[in-house]
C-alpha cells in the first residue's frame, strides 16, 4: 500500500516554519536569549560562564583569552616587583613568615606527641604530608622574599617582549638582549662553559653574552623533616 503524501500538508499557523517569519515570535526569542545570557553573566558562579560551548556561542577567540591570561601575569609580576622596593613590606612579610615557622614547628611535635599516643599509620602519613606542605609553601615564600631585586635592563627586555606578543598575532621572534654593562651586578649573568665550576668570576666580558634569571639562592635552614622519617614505624 503506497502512500500519497500530497494529502498531507502542513499548517503553518501551528508549525515551525512560522517562527522563521513571523517577527513577533522572532522579537520574543531574541528578548527571552539576551535575559538568558545576561542572567549567566552576571551569576556568581563562573562555570557556566567560562565553559567552552558559551564562549564558542559568543564568538569570543582563544586569542583574546590567551592575551588576557598573559597580561593578567604581567600585572601580578608588576605588583610583585613594586613590593620588593618596599622596606616596611619586607620586614613585615619576614616577621609573619618567622611566626609561620614557629606554627609548623609546633604541629610537628604536635604530630609526634599523636604518634606516641598511637594514631593510625594512615592518617599519620596524611598528617605528616599536610605539614611538609606547609613547609615547602614557606621555603618558597622566604626564598621569594629574600631574592634581591631584578636589574632594570631585565624588565626591559621582558617588557619588550610583551609588547611584541601583545601587537601581533604570530609568535614574536626571541629579543635579543641587551648587552650587560660594566657595572651590571655579577648575578645577572650566568657563567660561561669554561667558568661554570668557578663561584667567583673575575670580570663581567668573561661571562656569555645576555642577560639571565640570578642563580638559584641556598635553601634557608628551616624546620627539619628527618624527624618524621620514623614516625610511625616499628608498629604493627
Do not use: C
Not at 103 to 121: N, Q
Not at 199 to 228: C, E, I, K, N, Y
Amino acid at each position: 500500500m503506497k502512500l500519497n503524501y500530497s494529502n498531507f500538508h502542513l499548517d503553518e499557523s501551528s508549525s515551525h516554519l512560522r517562527s522563521h517569519s513571523d517577527t513577533k515570535i522572532l522579537d520574543e526569542r531574541r528578548v527571552g536569549l539576551e535575559t538568558y545570557l545576561r542572567a549567566i553573566l552576571s551569576a556568581k558562579e563562573d562555570t557556566r560562564r567560562g565553559s567552552f560551548a558559551f564562549e564558542e556561542f559568543l564568538g569570543i577567540p582563544v586569542v583574546r583569552q590567551e592575551l588576557q591570561s598573559r597580561l593578567q601575569d604581567d600585572i601580578n609580576k608588576r605588583d610583585d616587583l613594586s613590593d620588593r622596593g618596599d622596606v616596611g613590606a619586607s620586614v613585615a612579610a619576614k616577621s609573619k613568615l618567622a611566626v609561620v615557622l614557629a606554627r609548623i614547628g609546633a604541629l610537628g611535635k604536635g604530630l609526634e606527641e599523636l604518634a606516641v599516643a598511637g594514631m593510625s599509620e594512615g592518617e599519620l602519613q596524611r598528617r605528616t604530608d599536610m605539614i611538609a606542605r606547609l613547609h615547602n609553601n614557606h621555603e618558597k615564600l622566604r626564598s621569594r622574599e629574600t631574592m634581591p631585586p631584578p636589574h632594570p635592563a631585565e624588565i626591559l627586555w621582558e617588557a619588550r617582549s610583551t609588547l611584541l606578543v601583545l601587537t601581533s598575532n604570530s609568535p614574536p621572534p626571541t629579543p635579543s638582549p641587551p648587552p650587560p654593562s660594566e657595572s651590571s651586578e655579577k648575578w645577572l649573568v650566568y657563567p660561561s662553559t669554561s667558568q661554570q665550576h668557578s663561584q667567583h668570576p673575575t670580570s663581567v666580558s668573561s661571562f656569555d653574552s645576555g642577560l639571565a634569571r640570578p642563580p638559584p639562592m641556598s635553601q634557608p635552614s628551616g624546620f627539619g623533616w628527618q624527624q618524621f622519617h620514623g614516625v610511625g614505624r616499628g608498629r604493627r
